[in-house]
């Protein structure tokens, strides 16, 4: 009797062992060990085999029993897989079962490059989600796209997140990042709005589904002037060739619901013209000059 409960107790063990670990995560499953790291040992039929124990440089690790092990580049599984050959060709234990897990990762840097206020290297010795890293480095700045890229350190392994504009919703699906990942946050994509409108320059398309049309688009800018001719309204497309092609917009139509509304691409450019009285018509060239030269404000 005895025996079977501690039997039925050592399958609890068990199960409550692989329970903590599956709640870690699949990302947490998939990294890969490396030197620095401390990782935790536990053999179910021996208990006085747990240990704790840090990686050293050389990727290895001291078992209690058997030696030095190589655990670095192998994930936490296929580490308990090589501990349990070492314990069963040493007649150490007839049938072992091990579990490992990472309790620390070595204090490394995660790099945040691209478009956050505060670029750089940043030194983390446990798992953060990545809205801590993006706060650690400032946050997003004014351009930046909200998709963001995390580079794995070990695996190289390139993940993909999308930070919403809603805050729920961006804390629900917050990932986590690694000692050593790379964080590359990329700039939005931009339309120009120019000529005859309330606020003239660059929109940044950095809302939720990174999508524009023409009519929001005049909205943000301020809409159109008193004076202004929208019904002469030019946008300038560039091609993948990299030249210029000029469209008209039915603009005065679209405002009063006669035409549809146009969906914008990235760079696009708009050109109300000012009135006739106050001819200041560009040309194509001198539309895309201006463009450049725009200052950017943010879609909201």
Same mark, same amino acid.
């Given at each position: 009797?005895?025996?079977?409960?501690?039997?039925?107790?050592?399958?609890?063990?068990?199960?409550?062992? $692989?329970?903590?670990?599956?709640? /870690?995560? &699949?990302? +947490?499953?998939?990294? =890969?060990?490396? @030197? *620095? !790291?401390? %990782?935790? #040992?536990?053999?179910?039929?021996?208990?006085?085999?747990?240990?704790?124990?840090?990686?050293?440089?050389?990727?290895?690790?001291?078992?209690?029993?058997?030696?030095?092990?190589?655990?670095?580049?192998?994930?936490?599984?296929?580490?308990?897989?090589?501990?349990?050959?070492?314990?069963?060709?040493?007649?150490?234990?007839?049938?072992?079962?091990?579990?490992?897990?990472?309790?620390?990762?070595?204090?490394?840097?995660?790099?945040?490059?691209?478009?956050?206020?505060?670029?750089?290297?940043?030194?983390?010795?446990?798992?953060?989600?990545?809205?801590?890293?993006?706060?650690?480095?400032?946050?997003?700045?004014?351009?930046?796209?909200?998709?963001?890229?995390?580079?794995?350190?070990?695996?190289?392994?390139?993940?993909?997140? $999308?930070?919403?504009?809603?805050? /729920?919703? &961006?804390? +629900?699906?917050?990932? =986590?990042?690694? @000692? *050593? !990942?790379? %964080?590359? #946050?990329?700039?939005?994509?931009?339309?120009?709005?120019?000529?005859?409108?309330?606020?003239?320059?660059?929109?940044?398309?950095?809302?939720?589904?990174?999508?524009?049309?023409?009519?929001?688009?005049?909205?943000?800018?301020?809409?159109?002037?008193?004076?202004?001719?929208?019904?002469?309204?030019?946008?300038?497309?560039?091609?993948?060739?990299?030249?210029?092609?000029?469209?008209?917009?039915?603009?005065?139509?679209?405002?009063?619901?006669?035409?549809?509304?146009?969906?914008?691409?990235?760079?696009?450019?708009?050109?109300?013209?000012?009135?006739?009285?106050?001819?200041?018509?560009?040309?194509?060239?001198?539309?895309?000059?201006?463009?450049?030269?725009?200052?950017?404000?943010?879609?909201?």
């Amino acid at each position: 009797m005895k025996k079977m409960l501690r039997t039925m107790f050592a399958l609890l063990a068990c199960i409550l062992v $692989f329970s903590t670990s599956n709640a /870690r995560g &699949a990302d +947490d499953e998939s990294l =890969k060990i490396g @030197p *620095g !790291d401390t %990782v935790h #040992v536990k053999v179910l039929e021996a208990s006085e085999l747990e240990q704790a124990a840090r990686v050293t440089d050389s990727g290895e690790i001291p078992l209690i029993l058997g030696g030095n092990v190589k655990v670095a580049g192998l994930t936490p599984a296929e580490a308990a897989r090589a501990i349990e050959m070492v314990l069963k060709n040493g007649g150490f234990v007839l049938h072992p079962h091990v579990t490992v897990t990472i309790d620390q990762y070595a204090t490394q840097n995660v790099s945040v490059l691209g478009e956050v206020h505060s670029p750089g290297a940043y030194p983390i010795g446990t798992p953060r989600t990545i809205v801590d890293v993006l706060s650690m480095a400032g946050g997003l700045n004014e351009v930046a796209d909200r998709k963001i890229t995390i580079e794995r350190r070990a695996s190289g392994e390139k993940i993909t997140y $999308f930070l919403s504009n809603q805050s /729920r919703t &961006a804390l +629900d699906d917050n990932v =986590k990042v690694y @000692p *050593g !990942d790379i %964080v590359m #946050v990329p700039k939005a994509d931009v339309v120009y709005v120019l000529g005859d409108v309330g606020r003239p320059g660059g929109i940044v398309m950095n809302t939720n589904d990174s999508r524009l049309s023409v009519l929001e688009a005049i909205s943000m800018a301020g809409g159109t002037l008193p004076h202004a001719v929208p019904s002469h309204t030019r946008m300038v497309r560039k091609q993948a060739d990299g030249t210029y092609v000029e469209i008209s917009l039915p603009l005065s139509e679209m405002q009063k619901g006669k035409k549809p509304d146009v969906q914008l691409q990235a760079n696009d450019i708009i050109y109300v013209p000012f009135s006739y009285g106050r001819n200041m018509a560009l040309s194509l060239g001198g539309i895309v000059s201006a463009a450049a030269g725009s200052s950017i404000y943010l879609a909201r």
